[in-house]
């Protein structure tokens, strides 16, 4: 039986860290996947690295995962501008504290699927053993658009790649029309954590959880029946945001998934996550959703 902790994208909220931790607080949420703190995290020093990290602590806030942009390259393009990056990014890790990473593979153009597998392939394998030797474990993320869109590639990378692991966002499989049911049934054997989002299939439109076609109370009891121990739960509303006083057909837009505050959109998504997790039977124990 699996047990749940909440953890978020607060740069959603706020592109501030105070405002990010006002948010998580808001929520009660302790745990944070940090992105974009005044900027792309990748983008900083050390000193910055350490300055945010020295911040959470205060705030009792810890990092469950960076939210890496790593994979999100194109495959033509020179693999060492990236990798860089990449050494970026496990720094980064080492001093806020997380040892799992978010990423990706690689941006692949869709008539060249097949022609291109050996090479994500050849560059996920240098990306793991460094991140193995910083302590780090790589997470890989269903993204559009890349070598890992759907269940059959995300399965042949986690199968061809033991010690890949994997993030489950259902609205991503949602929006390029594939089954998150099989998605999850995909990835089981290897899921790290899950990413919070739904969406609606004929609308390509992202909604929050519960209100869409992520099928994502089902995905929750299957990782329950699959799973012992705990699994993050990483909430990224990507929910529409309007600002009334700047939008002419503020009115005329806006519908019950719109947000006029990033803030609220914030506040809602949580919400919807935890109304999904006491709907199978979830309840809250300092911090930790238990049945």
Same mark, same amino acid.
């Given at each position: ?35 974009? +703190? ?30 890496? @942009? ?8 020179? %693999? ?9 990014? =496990? ?9 799992? /990473? ?5 941006? $692949? @153009? ?9 090479? #994500?392939?050849?560059?996920?394998? +240098?990306? =793991? ?24 590639? $995300? ?11 994997? +993030?489950?966002? @259902?609205?991503?499989? +949602? ?11 995909? /990835? ?18 992202? $909604? ?23 699994? %993050?739960?990483? #909430? ?29 959109? %914030?506040?809602?998504? #949580? ?21």
């Amino acid at each position: 039986m699996a047990n749940f902790i909440l953890s978020a994208f607060a740069d959603e909220a706020s592109g501030t860290l105070e405002g990010q931790i006002d948010a998580l607080k808001r929520n009660g949420i302790r745990w944070i996947e940090p992105r974009n +703190v005044n900027g792309s995290l990748v983008e900083k020093t050390d000193a910055e690295f350490a300055t945010i990290g020295a911040v959470f602590k205060t705030a009792g806030i810890r990092v469950s995962s960076l939210g890496s @942009p790593i994979g999100k390259y194109d495959i033509d393009k020179p %693999f060492e501008d990236h990798l860089q990056t990449f050494r970026r990014a =496990l720094r980064a890790c080492e001093i806020l504290g997380t040892r799992r /990473m978010r990423m990706f593979s690689f941006f $692949v @153009p869709q008539d060249r699927l097949a022609e291109c597998r050996n090479e #994500v392939l050849r560059r996920l394998r +240098v990306l =793991l053993d460094e991140a193995k030797a910083a302590g780090v474990t790589l997470c890989h993320e269903n993204e559009s658009r890349i070598y890992g869109q759907n269940p059959a590639e $995300v399965r042949d990378l986690l199968t061809s790649l033991p010690d890949l692991r994997g +993030v489950f966002d @259902p609205a991503n499989y +949602v929006m390029n029309d594939q089954d998150p049911i099989e998605g999850i049934e995909a /990835m089981l054997p290897s899921l790290e954590y899950l990413h919070i989002k739904d969406a609606i299939m004929a609308k390509k439109s992202i $909604v929050p959880c519960g209100h869409g076609d992520g099928q994502i109370a089902e995905v929750l009891r299957r990782v329950d029946t699959a799973r012992d121990g705990t699994v %993050f739960l990483s #909430v990224e509303p990507h929910l529409h945001i309007f600002d009334a006083y700047r939008q002419i057909d503020a009115h005329e837009l806006k519908n019950e998934y719109s947000f006029e505050t990033a803030d609220e959109a %914030f506040d809602y998504a #949580v919400t919807s996550l935890k109304e999904t997790l006491q709907k199978i039977g979830y309840h809250e124990e300092d911090g930790i959703w238990k049945k």
